[in-house]
């Protein structure tokens, strides 16, 4: 009987949380509008195009959000199995479409278009969040407790990997790594086993592809090559040099205007270094790691053991993304295509990170315990 009113009884959101990302997409908006203009007015004819299509995606992102902001969590577990043998097909139909920019990651609807690998990772820590529970003390066990794991978890990020999308499949593995770390998994065997294995695992397919090797090689010294593989880097260093302390000022930017390719996706973060200067990136890094603290504090109030992996999987996704993408972006790791989440445009991976925050939201409605701002 207390536990029917304990689950029926939801208190108030993380604001913190809230806030934060809101502040992010309205960041993300003015963004993509700005980094945009002049590619899309020279591509589409209309500098408007992306900010118009992120206006779109945006309001629909926020409406998402609220509903499994209200959502009971725990419902989502019968959900879960279905979802994961759908995204199976999903991640097999990209190959039915004609590649973009040479690889196949995307469904195309009409004018929009899906990719499914950013819905396998929220899939991935749905299972392991459900799973993990049941399992319990048996994840102390190495070959019936971790291995497992890894096999599922390994099998989507393979399926990710082999569309050139070494980056997700990454972020996969790592996300799966602090959840089993956070699950109660042995530390000798994360860290003697599993992280070396990872590590060794990354470097082979970094190196096993021709163009992928090109890339670390052109990370360590992209002036090598830097009207091939490292054009891009270099562009960025010269945007986030040119901004300095406060930036060029809003829409200022000189490297957006042909020189950056796509500026609006992955590399919009040298974009708002360059227009808003390092205050701004300090400022965009502020709000990751702030969104990031509340995510681990509403882990550590749930109320039961599923809402606790689950939000520690949710908060682990946007952490891993954002610190991979600002690392390449400043030149911290080689260049690999993860957008910046909420401010790098992009419809399909918006709506499903919005999705996301509504599900933390609502576990920090049922924590044990206030939560305070």
Not at 123 to 152: H, Q, R, W
Not at 169 to 177: D, G, K, L, P, R
Not at 216 to 231: E, H, K, R, S
Request: proline share 4%.
């Amino acid at each position: 009987m207390k536990k029917k009113k304990s689950k029926n009884k939801m208190g108030e959101i993380d604001y913190g949380i809230f806030y934060a990302v809101i502040l992010l997409l309205a960041v993300g908006i003015v963004m993509v509008y700005s980094a945009s203009s002049y590619y899309a007015m020279f591509k589409n004819n209309d500098s408007m195009f992306y900010l118009k299509r992120q206006l779109i995606f945006a309001p629909l992102g926020i409406g998402t959000m609220c509903f499994m902001m209200s959502y009971d969590y725990h419902k989502i577990k019968k959900y879960t199995f279905a979802l994961m043998i759908a995204t199976i097909p999903l991640l097999l139909a990209v190959y039915l479409f004609a590649p973009i920019n040479g690889a196949q990651r995307w469904i195309q609807l009409g004018p929009f278009s899906f990719q499914p690998s950013e819905l396998t990772k929220y899939t991935v820590v749905l299972f392991l969040a459900m799973s993990l529970e049941v399992k319990g003390e048996g994840i102390k066990d190495f070959i019936k407790g971790i291995i497992p794991y890894l096999g599922i978890a390994g099998l989507y990020a393979a399926l990710v990997l082999a569309q050139k999308s070494l980056s997700i499949a990454s972020v996969i593995m790592i996300v799966t790594f602090i959840m089993l770390f956070s699950a109660g998994g042995r530390i000798k065997h994360l860290f003697g086993y599993v992280a070396p294995t990872m590590v060794a695992a990354a470097l082979f397919f970094t190196f096993s592809s021709d163009y992928r090797r090109a890339r670390m090689l052109n990370f360590i010294n992209p002036w090598q090559d830097p009207a091939g593989d490292g054009y891009q880097l270099i562009q960025s260093f010269y945007a986030l040099g040119a901004g300095g302390l406060t930036g060029l000022g809003l829409g200022q930017s000189r490297q957006k205007t042909l020189y950056m390719p796509e500026p609006h996706n992955d590399f919009i973060f040298s974009i708002i270094g360059e227009e808003l200067g390092l205050i701004g990136c300090v400022l965009i890094i502020a709000l990751f790691v702030f969104f990031v603290w509340r995510g681990i504090m509403v882990a550590m109030k749930a109320k039961d053991v599923y809402g606790s992996l689950l939000a520690v999987g949710i908060t682990s996704v946007i952490a891993v993304q954002s610190l991979i993408n600002i690392a390449v972006v400043t030149g911290s790791m080689p260049v690999t295509g993860v957008p910046l989440p909420f401010i790098s445009y992009g419809g399909s991976a918006l709506v499903i990170n919005m999705a996301a925050m509504g599900i933390l939201l609502n576990i920090s409605r049922q924590t044990e315990g206030k939560s305070e701002f």
